[in-house]
């Protein structure tokens, strides 16, 4: 096989591979989000204490498979540079499966600790009575289906850095599709099947999340993306090096964002209950919006992995430049379909007026800020692939610990809602010049924007 065919994604047009890798996985995106959404709607059927925990449990568990995350970003960096380079068969299997088995052990460890821990940590974060014996059902299996979870999304990782676009996000259609499928058979007891509740949405997760995994080891192996290898444990320790150097910064960058908006969300609440049902209610449709964004940040790190592997490094920074430019033109489409159609939108979201109220403010003007939202999750998936994960996570701590959180208490205490308005905006925007700043200091896109290119003179490390 030529390195040209081991390494697709550096030949051709550079639009071409970026859309090859990011298009498909819109897909996928959208049917993990639809599984939050799903279990939401199904659970608040069964009582408001299953509703309640659902609100509890959902920011832990989204900053949990944080880890997840950034372990399938490190295994994408390490193996997209090798193909890049055209390792040879051997050593890229090699490499996929001290990956993998690094998430497993790591994925097992984090969900007996949290398995262990979940009821002082839901104590320690106000959850009593009902809510939290309905935590007490759900949190045991979820962490049960953690490490099917990581070893699914690692798998993922390295058919997404060998070129294929199509298998990943399938596999997490398919893993939706059972979630969805189980759900309300589990939770109601259906078809004869035991009613079980908050616990039937665990168990659902669980099942798809495994079946999938089965699914993606099965296909990589057959397709010798994995398998027997010679000396299978030569490397390991700069294999893990490597997926290490990149996933623990990366996970925590991942991390920062749900960890954060909780705190936003209390600064909210200073607003009173209605403000935080009309911003829960805007975010939910924004995470919907960003969908071909966050494709898109999960497309641009095979892209430059695989041509700065193979020291094409114009490619890289063509496909980084086109990836902001798409998310400037879809930001730009947004903001119109936002700004004409905010309230049907928040209406199909809200139960009240004044929630609706909220909602529209929220969608109608931040909405014209969600460009710069996709610039920074592009940038930092880039500066991944680049091997500065560390930029990654300082861009990300920076958007959302020095500009958005303490801009938004800020604004609620002086101006209310608004001034939470406000500061989403400001975070988005100026989070975007922050990524075009770091990516043209490392070397990721080249400008002479002197508003892009003088800051890059205070930054160390510049290659």
């Not at 209390?266 to 960003?290: D, H, I, K, P, Y």
């Not at 909405?367 to 940038?379: D, M």
């Not at 001034?419 to 922050?434: K, R, S």
Request: charged content about 10%; overall charge positive.
């Amino acid at each position: 096989m030529s390195k040209s065919e081991k390494a697709p994604l550096t030949t051709g047009p550079v639009w071409r591979a970026l859309a090859s890798m990011s298009a498909p996985m819109s897909f996928g995106i959208f049917a993990v989000l639809s599984v939050g959404l799903a279990d939401a709607y199904f659970l608040s059927q069964v009582s408001g204490a299953a509703l309640a925990a659902v609100g509890f449990i959902y920011p832990v568990t989204t900053a949990v498979t944080s880890l997840s995350i950034g372990l399938s970003a490190g295994a994408n960096t390490a193996l997209s540079q090798g193909v890049g380079r055209g390792d040879d068969d051997e050593t890229a299997r090699r490499l996929g499966l001290h990956a993998v088995g690094l998430g497993t052990v790591l994925a097992v460890v984090t969900a007996v600790i949290l398995w262990l821990s979940f009821p002082l940590l839901f104590s320690a974060l106000g959850a009593t009575d009902a809510a939290a014996r309905e935590i007490a059902g759900y949190m045991p299996v979820w962490s049960l289906s953690f490490p099917f979870l990581v070893t699914m999304m690692v798998i993922n990782a390295v058919f997404r850095a060998h070129g294929d676009s199509l298998t990943a996000p399938l596999i997490m259609i398919v893993a939706a599709v059972i979630n969805l499928g189980l759900d309300p058979l589990l939770i109601f007891g259906m078809w004869g099947l035991p009613e079980m509740g908050t616990r039937g949405a665990a168990v659902a997760t669980c099942v798809g999340r495994a079946t999938a995994m089965v699914i993606a080891l099965w296909l990589a192996w057959r397709r010798g993306f994995l398998g027997v290898c010679g000396n299978p444990f030569s490397g390991v320790t700069g294999s893990v090096r490597a997926v290490l150097s990149v996933g623990l910064p990366a996970a925590f960058s991942n991390a920062i964002n749900p960890a954060g908006m909780a705190l936003v969300t209390a600064a909210v609440a200073t607003v009173g209950e209605a403000a935080v049902a009309g911003f829960g209610a805007a975010t939910r449709v924004q995470s919907l919006a960003l969908v071909p964004l966050m494709a898109l940040s999960a497309g641009i790190g095979p892209v430059v992995g695989q041509n700065r592997g193979a020291e094409e490094y114009d490619r890289a920074r063509q496909g980084t430049t086109l990836a902001f430019g798409f998310c400037v033109a879809y930001g730009a489409l947004i903001a119109v379909v936002l700004g004409f159609f905010a309230e049907p939108i928040a209406r199909a979201f809200t139960s009240g007026s004044e929630d609706t109220g909220y909602a529209t403010l929220y969608l109608r003007f931040v909405g014209a800020s969600l460009f710069g939202y996709g610039i920074v999750v592009v940038a930092n998936a880039a500066m991944n692939a680049r091997d500065k994960a560390v930029w990654s996570m300082a861009l990300s701590l920076s958007r959302i610990f020095v500009i958005y959180l303490p801009l938004a208490w800020a604004g609620a205490l002086m101006a209310g809602f608004p001034g939470v308005v406000v500061a989403a905006i400001l975070a988005n925007v100026l989070g975007a010049w922050g990524g075009l700043v770091a990516t043209r200091a490392t070397g990721l896109i080249a400008t002479d924007t002197l508003l892009i290119n003088a800051p890059r003179r205070l930054l160390p490390g510049q290659s």
